[in-house]
């Protein structure tokens, strides 16, 4: 199993970006997928999630409105869309999947501990 997130890059603040999330070896949407980000100095935090069924989301107030999560599911690619970019979005962004059997209608969780997998990060920077 293989996560690999990719798609970061310099922003000016107020910009637009989306970062994709690629999976081998298992159906990315059959399972709870999070978006996580680490600034510097700071600690991994989880901001975003999307259930596997129905796609339930949560969004943290910190990207609410700004940030969109979705699912290819033909092309088995978790994405997130990062939109009116601020430099405290600047951080290493790390896309995971939980997949741990859950009882139907469970909500996704941000919490680090619930995932299983996770892709090597990619580099985004808000900056003028």
């Known amino acids: 199993v293989q996560l690999q997130a990719f798609g970061g890059g310099l922003m000016q603040p107020g910009g637009s970006l989306r970062l994709s999330c690629a999976a081998s070896?298992?159906?990315?949407?059959?399972?709870?997928l999070g978006w996580f980000r680490q600034a510097p100095g700071k600690e991994r935090e989880g901001f975003l999630c999307?259930?596997?069924?129905?796609?339930?989301?949560y969004y943290a107030d910190s990207v609410k409105g700004r940030f969109t999560i979705s699912r290819d599911k033909d092309k088995n690619t978790l994405y997130l869309q990062m939109n009116s970019l601020k430099p405290e979005d600047t951080a290493v962004y790390y896309c995971?999947?939980?997949?741990?059997?859950?009882?139907?209608?469970?909500?996704?969780?941000?919490?680090?501990?619930?995932?299983?997998?996770w892709g090597q990060g990619t580099v985004v920077t808000v900056s003028s």
């Open positions: 070896a298992f159906r990315l949407p059959d399972y709870f």
């Open positions: 995971a999947a939980d997949v741990a059997l859950k009882p139907y209608g469970s909500s996704c969780s941000v919490y680090e501990h619930e995932y299983d997998f």
């Open positions: 999307i259930s596997p069924w129905g796609g339930r989301t």
